[in-house]
């Protein structure tokens, strides 16, 4: 080990438009050692070590590899400094061959052709050496998403990079792959790479990082060097991530939301019974291999799981945006398995989706339009809208969930993301409120919300369930599920492993996610 | 909302300066001088009532065509196909209109007309809209293959019984199936077809921003995955709003084969549908400013022919070529003005 | 019917079909690169104006099939100036183009000839057309051009960098850039490319014609763009879509006095085909993913 940084960042900014992605943050990875970076959606983990793959251009600041700047602050500077990064998001164009994905951008030519062959037996090579075979010569559309990984680090150690940055590479990836992909890291780490790995899972930390940055709102809140203790203590590092909510308050909180146990209804609301699901290129993850499971009125169930065991399949077929393969899903009864979204709805879907962007908001459309899309009917006299009534409408959810600023006009773009997800909770809890509502399907309804508008979502769906509606939570929030859920079922690889009472402590609820 | 419209602002202020001198550097490359030339060009349309009159006669198919572009782009989607629908129906209108008694009242042949030419473009544009919703075919190829499919069957069928014998066009419009010339503007093509467009371009506007149909289409424009998402049959919208758009590039007829013509040919107003798309992607979703473009296109395009003893009137497609790239490009040269100033 | 097979006839389909094998290995570069192209009709008159034009200025048929190219991928510079860099839809882009180059075209067509309908005779590249159809066909060094371009397009596209590349950035241009692949130069090399093969279509117009007319290029430029659709984006199904146009349009030509097809029933066949092939066979041949998008 030596005393120089491989790479170092010092005062780093990013803006994004009026949001500021990173904003002032630094980071020093060393040689041999694991670096986990950390921090909550939106923290800007993902910016900031882009910025030091050369994947973006900070707007402020040093990026310093092996002590000279790099410049000019692109990837193929980088990669050529020897910084080498597996995204998040697969950065393979799925219809070339493993082959020709790895070697896009510094393609072995001869006489002006392609001249893969020799690529190729340098990768099957290393891949042996690695344990990370894969199929190089079909496209990579046909690849497992855990080939594809493979392939991202193949590509990456090609070069025998200095500095490894990984960005979430265990996010999708099944349990025992996913302690495969760590362990070669740290391999690496004990053969003098600096690694850099942002993730979620503060159980990997403890287990493979030596050295902890926390992020929070684009700054650096923690950091702990080598041997520090916090590095194991799951609790602490998650206090740290989330700011001003230790665990005491958190609970406290959310007191208020806690509920008398639910009294069993006899009517079954949602049936799911063997759904399989391929997320194929929609972007849904990892698939669903025969999921099944029952909500009766007045239910709330939680779904528990590590990111990419294959929540968000689920919600996506439950939705109606993605086909199911196998199985059925009925709603009061009716087999609404192969019905559009518009169809499901009509029969009492409501839907509060994990992708704001893709299923719920629309930029540019004013918020009182968002506030009742596709339910305009509701306001309307003989096909004319009646504004007045949409203001109502808004000014009832200004009301009730303390939306901001009061402006119906406004385009939804312009409100901030905590309050263009209360636009969306105020929209889709309208049908239960009036006791229409069949099924509320929940997915992460509080992630980037403050703790006073979370515990305010939190009672809306336990309200749902009150006004006779089977209420779905998907949640990575595991204290929320417990606190508002009658019980919880844990996805694994697709699967439900577990089905568990509310009271289950943390660890019992992880040993089953973790397997 | 109002940041957004500023910006718009500036963005056509900004690619009409750009466009303006890119038209007097041509003038000058020719030998001419602007002022001259332009003084030339007003004088030759609105310096005389019929100059006037053809600006008008010229600016009602551009803003009907115009009309139907706006409709799409509410729901975010390029009506190509207006061209085609446009030659269909003045066929459509030219050899049905033809066929009516030489009695015919103006109360039933004009409503009559009038239906057959919105339904023919609603039909014409139908299969585009249903390619995109249920194939998910990208609607300006489909646009393209069927304003080509239009020409040859418009050519076919002219050729194949259509036409009066020994001649290129439909046999002539009774009397009563013709529409009014405007008065004030003696002998122009000006004819009352301009109330129907305007009707249809100010009814557009209400029907966007008023109705659930305009709203659900605002929606589908924003986001297509959102408006799915939250229950809206975007397929359906995609359809009808094509059909819809198609109706109203077939309203065209009224003015050409009703208004002026008195029959139908081939090419008649042909390239009005790109003019009109053009019309709209400046206005935005303004109606007065898809009238005042209209007017605007309108005036060069007369102009043209009062200049072109001194310059070829082509300059005017140029112009609105180069119009249309200015007003493509100027958000992005606004916004980066725009940083330079903040840095 | 024997006068359908014959070589004359096989020449006149090849022949009829080369303008749109080179314009449709253009469109196939713009639009694998992942940038919509309607502006190929456009680059076609363009490219057909300067070929003449270099002809008669420089009086060298070859300087004119020089000026002629150079003035294809001029006009899709602009277009990769306007989508690439000014942001602009490449519809809009697509549309302005092909205005500009009709309006433009007529304008120099007075401003150089003075007149508003075609320019003086001039050589061209092919021997006198007193020779027979099939000897002018394969005497014609423009013919070999088109071939070459065509086996350049499929070669190329599959086996070498820039055509990597290209393919790259039309289906995943955030992956590209992730290895360092230049999203945007590559986009508007494969532009510049669409320029010189598209506009060979027009010198090739021009020499054939051995002069330039208005808006000569006649939807040549659409018949492309139909081509490249129909055939999925792929260079060696369009060779075969394009000489099939070309048969169909011969055969049309030679039974003309028989009144066997309507010249119109021929003309719009591409057309018609294109949008059974989008009805039927989308969800095989499907668009470049990153097609529109920057």
């Given at each position: 080990?030596?005393?120089?940084?491989?790479?170092?960042?010092?005062?780093?900014?990013?803006?994004?438009?009026?949001?500021?992605a990173?904003?002032?943050?630094?980071?020093?990875?060393?040689?041999?050692?694991?670096?986990?970076?950390?921090?909550?959606?939106?923290?800007?983990?993902s910016?900031l070590?882009?910025?030091?793959?050369?994947?973006?251009?900070?707007?402020?600041?040093?990026?310093?590899?092996?002590?000279?700047?790099?410049?000019?602050?692109?990837?193929?500077?980088?990669?050529?400094?020897?910084?080498?990064?597996?995204?998040?998001?697969?950065?393979?164009?799925?219809?070339?061959?493993?082959?020709?994905?790895?070697?896009?951008?510094?393609?072995?030519?001869?006489?002006?052709?392609?001249?893969?062959?020799?690529?190729?037996?340098?990768?099957e090579?290393?891949?042996?050496?690695?344990?990370?075979?894969?199929p190089?010569?079909?496209?990579?559309a046909?690849?497992?998403?855990?080939e594809?990984?493979?392939?991202?680090l193949?590509?990456?150690?090609?070069?025998?990079?200095?500095?490894?940055?990984?960005?979430?590479?265990?996010?999708?990836?099944?349990?025992?792959?996913?302690?495969?992909?760590?362990?070669?890291a740290?391999?690496?780490?004990?053969?003098?790479?600096?690694?850099?790995?942002?993730?979620?899972?503060?159980?990997?930390?403890?287990?493979?990082?030596?050295?902890?940055?926390?992020?929070?709102?684009?700054?650096?809140?923690a950091?702990?060097?080598?041997?520090?203790?916090?590095?194991?203590?799951?609790?602490?590092?998650?206090?740290?991530?989330?700011?001003?909510?230790?665990?005491?308050?958190?609970?406290?909180?959310?007191?208020?939301?806690?509920?008398?146990?639910?009294?069993r209804?006899?009517?079954?609301?949602?049936?799911?019974?063997?759904?399989?699901?391929?997320?194929?290129?929609a972007?849904?993850?990892?698939?669903?291999r025969g999921?099944?499971?029952?909500?009766?009125?007045?239910?709330?169930?939680?779904?528990?799981?590590?990111?990419?065991?294959g929540?968000?399949?689920?919600?996506?077929?439950?939705s109606?945006?993605?086909?199911?393969r196998?199985?059925?899903?009925?709603?009061?009864?009716?087999?609404?398995?192969?019905?559009?979204?518009?169809?499901?709805?009509?029969?009492?879907?409501?839907?509060?989706?994990?992708?704001?962007?893709?299923?719920?908001?629309?930029?540019?459309?004013?918020?009182?339009?968002?506030?009742l899309l596709?339910?305009?009917d509701?306001?309307?006299?003989?096909?004319?809208v009646d504004?007045?009534?949409l203001?109502?409408?808004f000014?009832?959810?200004?009301?009730?969930?303390?939306?901001?600023?009061?402006?119906?006009?406004?385009?939804?773009?312009?409100?901030?993301?905590?309050?263009?997800?209360?636009?969306?909770?105020?929209?889709?809890?309208?049908?239960?409120?009036?006791?229409?509502?069949a099924?509320?399907?929940?997915?992460?309804?509080?992630?980037?919300?403050?703790?006073?508008?979370?515990?305010?979502?939190?009672?809306?769906?336990?309200?749902?369930?009150?006004?006779?509606?089977?209420?779905?939570?998907?949640s990575?929030?595991?204290?929320?599920?417990?606190?508002?859920?009658?019980?919880?079922?844990?996805?694994?690889?697709?699967?439900?492993?577990?089905?568990?009472?509310?009271?289950t402590?943390?660890?019992?609820?992880?040993e089953?996610?973790?397997? | 909302?109002?940041?957004?419209?500023?910006?718009?602002?500036?963005?056509?202020?900004?690619a009409?300066?750009?466009?303006?001198i890119a038209?007097?550097?041509a003038?000058?490359?020719?030998?001419?001088?602007?002022?001259?030339?332009?003084?030339?060009?007003?004088?030759?349309t609105?310096?005389?009532?019929?100059?006037?009159?053809?600006v008008?006669?010229?600016?009602?198919?551009?803003?009907?065509?115009?009309?139907?572009?706006?409709i799409?782009?509410?729901?975010?989607?390029f009506?190509i196909?207006?061209?085609?629908?446009i030659?269909?129906?003045?066929?459509a209108?030219?050899?049905?209109?033809?066929?009516?008694?030489?009695?015919?009242?103006?109360?039933?042949?004009w409503?009559?007309?009038?239906?057959?030419?919105?339904?023919v473009?609603?039909?014409?544009?139908?299969?585009?809209?249903?390619?995109r919703?249920r194939?998910g075919?990208?609607?300006?190829?489909?646009?393209?293959?069927?304003?080509?499919?239009?020409?040859?069957?418009?050519?076919?069928?002219l050729?194949?019984?259509?036409?009066?014998?020994?001649s290129?066009?439909?046999?002539?419009?009774?009397?009563g199936?013709?529409?009014?010339?405007?008065?004030?503007?003696?002998?122009?093509?000006?004819?009352?077809?301009?109330?129907?467009?305007?009707?249809?371009?100010v009814?557009?506007?209400?029907?966007?921003?008023?109705?659930?149909?305009?709203?659900?289409?605002?929606?589908?424009?924003?986001?297509?995955?959102?408006?799915?998402a939250?229950?809206?049959?975007?397929?359906?919208?995609?359809?009808?709003?094509?059909?819809?758009?198609?109706?109203v590039?077939?309203?065209?007829?009224?003015?050409?084969?009703?208004?002026?013509?008195?029959?139908?040919?081939?090419?008649?107003?042909?390239?009005?549908?790109?003019?009109?798309?053009?019309?709209?992607?400046?206005?935005g979703?303004?109606?007065v400013?898809l009238?005042a473009t209209?007017?605007?296109?309108?005036?060069?395009?007369q102009?043209?022919?009062?200049?072109?003893?001194?310059?070829?009137?082509?300059?005017?497609?140029?112009?609105?070529?180069?119009?249309?790239?200015?007003?493509?490009?100027?958000?992005r040269?606004?916004?980066?003005?725009?940083?330079?100033?903040?840095? | 019917?024997?006068?359908?097979?014959t070589?004359?006839?096989?020449?006149?389909?090849?022949?009829?079909?080369?303008p749109?094998?080179?314009?449709?290995?253009?469109?196939?570069?713009?639009?694998?690169?992942?940038?919509?192209?309607?502006?190929l009709?456009?680059t076609?008159?363009?490219?057909?104006?300067?070929?003449?034009?270099?002809?008669?200025?420089?009086?060298?048929?070859?300087?004119?099939?020089?000026v002629?190219?150079?003035?294809?991928?001029?006009?899709?510079?602009?277009h990769?100036?306007?989508?690439?860099?000014?942001?602009?839809?490449?519809?809009?882009?697509?549309?302005?183009?092909?205005?500009?180059?009709?309006?433009g075209?007529?304008?120099?067509?007075?401003?150089l000839?003075?007149?508003?309908?075609?320019?003086?005779?001039?050589?061209?590249?092919?021997?006198?057309?007193?020779?027979?159809?099939?000897?002018?066909?394969?005497?014609?060094?423009t013919?070999?051009?088109?071939?070459?371009?065509?086996?350049?397009?499929?070669?190329?596209?599959e086996?070498?960098?820039?055509g990597?590349?290209?393919?790259?950035?039309?289906?995943h241009?955030?992956?590209?850039?992730?290895?360092?692949v230049?999203?945007?130069?590559?986009?508007?090399?494969?532009?510049?490319?669409?320029?010189?093969?598209?506009?060979?279509?027009?010198?090739?117009?021009?020499?054939?014609q051995r002069?330039?007319s208005?808006?000569?290029?006649?939807?040549?430029?659409f018949?492309?763009?139909?081509?490249?659709?129909?055939?999925?984006?792929?260079?060696?199904?369009?060779?075969?879509?394009?000489?099939?146009?070309?048969?169909?349009?011969?055969?049309?030509?030679?039974?003309?006095?028989?009144?066997?097809?309507?010249?119109?029933v021929?003309?719009a066949?591409?057309?018609?085909?294109?949008?059974?092939?989008?009805?039927?066979w989308?969800?095989?041949?499907?668009?470049?993913?990153?097609?529109?998008?920057?």
């Open positions: 080990m030596t005393d120089t940084a491989a790479v170092l960042l010092d005062g780093i900014e990013k803006r994004y438009g009026q949001t500021r990173v904003d002032g943050a630094g980071l020093a990875l060393f040689p041999g050692r694991v670096h986990a970076v950390v921090g909550e959606n939106g923290a800007g983990k910016t070590l882009k910025i030091a793959g050369g994947v973006i251009a900070p707007d402020r600041g040093r990026v310093l590899v092996l002590d000279r700047e790099l410049r000019p602050a692109t990837p193929r500077e980088a990669i050529r400094r020897g910084v080498a990064m597996v995204h998040q998001h697969f950065m393979l164009v799925p219809t070339l061959t493993g082959l020709e994905n790895l070697a896009l951008g510094e393609e072995p030519t001869r006489l002006g052709m392609l001249h893969l062959s020799p690529l190729a037996a340098d990768v090579r290393l891949a042996r050496s690695l344990r990370l075979e894969v190089l010569d079909v496209p990579v046909r690849l497992s998403i855990g594809r990984q493979r392939l991202e193949l590509r990456a150690l090609r070069h025998a990079p200095k500095v490894l940055i990984l960005d979430e590479p265990t996010a999708v990836l099944a349990p025992a792959e996913a302690r495969a992909v760590l362990g070669l740290r391999d690496l780490a004990t053969r003098g790479v600096a690694v850099a790995l942002v993730t979620h899972h503060l159980d990997e930390v403890a287990e493979f990082a030596d050295e902890v940055t926390v992020l929070r709102r684009g700054k650096v809140v950091h702990h060097p080598p041997g520090d203790p916090a590095i194991g203590d799951v609790g602490r590092l998650a206090c740290e991530a989330v700011g001003e909510e230790p665990p005491v308050v958190a609970r406290h909180a959310r007191r208020g939301v806690a509920r008398e146990p639910h009294v209804h006899e009517r079954v609301r949602l049936r799911v019974d063997d759904l399989h699901v391929d997320p194929g290129e972007g849904a993850g990892s698939p669903l999921v099944s499971i029952e909500l009766a009125q007045g239910e709330v169930v939680g779904v528990a799981g590590v990111e990419g065991n929540q968000h399949a689920l919600e996506l077929a439950l109606g945006v993605l086909p199911s196998r199985g059925t899903i009925a709603l009061d009864g009716a087999d609404v398995t192969r019905v559009t979204i518009a169809d499901r709805r009509r029969r009492g879907l409501a839907w509060i989706p994990s992708d704001r962007h893709a299923h719920g908001i629309a930029d540019e459309l004013p918020a009182r339009d968002v506030l596709g339910a305009f509701e306001a309307a006299r003989r096909g004319v504004d007045a009534e203001d109502r409408s000014a009832g959810a200004v009301k009730a969930l303390d939306l901001r600023p009061d402006a119906p006009e406004l385009a939804a773009g312009s409100f901030s993301g905590g309050n263009q997800q209360k636009l969306v909770i105020a929209r889709e809890l309208r049908a239960s409120r009036e006791g229409r509502a099924l509320v399907l929940a997915a992460h309804p509080t992630r980037g919300v403050d703790v006073r508008a979370a515990a305010t979502i939190r009672r809306s769906l336990v309200d749902a369930a009150r006004d006779g509606a089977a209420v779905l939570v998907i990575s929030d595991l204290d929320e599920l417990r606190d508002i859920c009658d019980r919880i079922v844990v996805l694994r690889g697709g699967a439900v492993v577990a089905t568990l009472p509310p009271d402590p943390v660890s019992v609820i992880g089953a996610m973790l397997g | 909302m109002n940041a957004p419209r500023a910006a718009r602002t500036r963005a056509i202020l900004l009409a300066l750009l466009s303006a038209f007097e550097l003038v000058l490359a020719w030998g001419e001088s602007p002022g001259s030339i332009l003084a030339q060009l007003f004088a030759g609105w310096g005389t009532r019929f100059g006037a009159g053809q008008l006669f010229k600016a009602t198919s551009i803003a009907l065509a115009g009309a139907a572009a706006q799409a782009l509410r729901a975010g989607l009506q196909g207006a061209e085609g629908a030659a269909v129906s003045a066929l209108v030219g050899a049905i209109g033809a066929r009516l008694p030489a009695s015919v009242s103006p109360i039933v042949a409503p009559l007309l009038a239906l057959v030419a919105a339904s473009g609603a039909l014409w544009t139908l299969p585009i809209g249903v390619l919703a194939f075919a990208h609607e300006v190829i489909s646009g393209i293959m069927t304003n080509k499919i239009a020409g040859a069957l418009v050519g076919y069928l050729a194949r019984g259509l036409a009066e014998r020994a290129v066009h439909t046999a002539p419009l009774p009397p199936a013709t529409l009014v010339r405007l008065g004030p503007f003696p002998g122009s093509a000006a004819n009352v077809a301009i109330f129907v467009a305007i009707a249809v371009v009814a557009w506007a209400w029907i966007a921003r008023r109705t659930v149909f305009g709203r659900e289409v605002s929606a589908i424009g924003a986001s297509d995955t959102v408006s799915l939250t229950g809206i049959a975007v397929g359906r919208r995609q359809i009808e709003i094509l059909a819809l758009s198609g109706a590039a077939g309203l065209c007829a009224l003015n050409d084969v009703m208004g002026y013509k008195g029959y139908a040919e081939e090419g008649l107003s042909s390239g009005v549908g790109f003019t009109g798309l053009a019309a709209a992607l400046l206005a979703r303004s109606s400013g009238l209209a007017l605007f296109f309108a005036t060069l395009s102009g043209g022919l009062s200049i072109n003893a001194r310059i070829p009137m082509e300059i005017v497609d140029v112009v609105v070529a180069l119009v249309i790239l200015f007003v493509a490009v100027a958000p040269i606004d916004e980066k003005l725009g940083e330079e100033d903040r840095a | 019917m024997s006068r359908l097979f070589l004359a006839f096989l020449a006149q389909a090849v022949r009829i079909a080369l749109y094998l080179a314009a449709s290995m253009g469109g196939i570069w713009s639009e694998r690169a992942g940038v919509p192209n309607v502006a009709e456009g076609i008159l363009v490219a057909a104006l300067g070929a003449v034009a270099g002809t008669t200025l420089t009086g060298s048929a070859w300087l004119g099939l020089i002629g190219l150079l003035a294809g991928v001029l006009l899709q510079i602009v990769a100036l306007v989508v690439l860099i000014g942001r602009a839809n490449a519809i809009v882009s697509g549309l302005a183009l092909n205005l500009l180059a009709a309006g075209t007529r304008f120099l067509l007075r401003a000839y003075d007149s508003s309908s075609n320019s003086p005779a001039i050589p061209g590249l092919a021997p006198p057309a007193s020779t027979s159809l099939l000897r002018a066909t394969v005497l014609d060094p013919t070999w051009m088109v071939a070459a371009v065509v086996v350049g397009t499929i070669v190329a596209l086996r070498t960098r820039l990597l590349r290209v393919r790259a950035v039309g289906e241009p955030e992956a590209a850039a992730s290895v360092g230049p999203v945007a130069r590559t986009r508007a090399v494969a532009l510049a490319i669409t320029g010189a093969t598209a506009g060979l279509a027009g010198v090739w117009l021009a020499f054939d002069q330039f208005s808006g000569m290029s006649g939807g040549r430029g018949i492309a763009l139909a081509t490249v659709v129909i055939a999925g984006w792929r260079p060696l199904p369009a060779v075969g879509f394009a000489l099939l146009f070309g048969v169909a349009e011969a055969a049309q030509i030679v039974l003309q006095d028989q009144n066997v097809v309507a010249h119109q021929v003309q066949l591409p057309y018609v085909l294109t949008l059974v092939v989008l009805a039927g989308v969800r095989r041949a499907r668009p470049p993913a990153a097609l529109g998008r920057p």
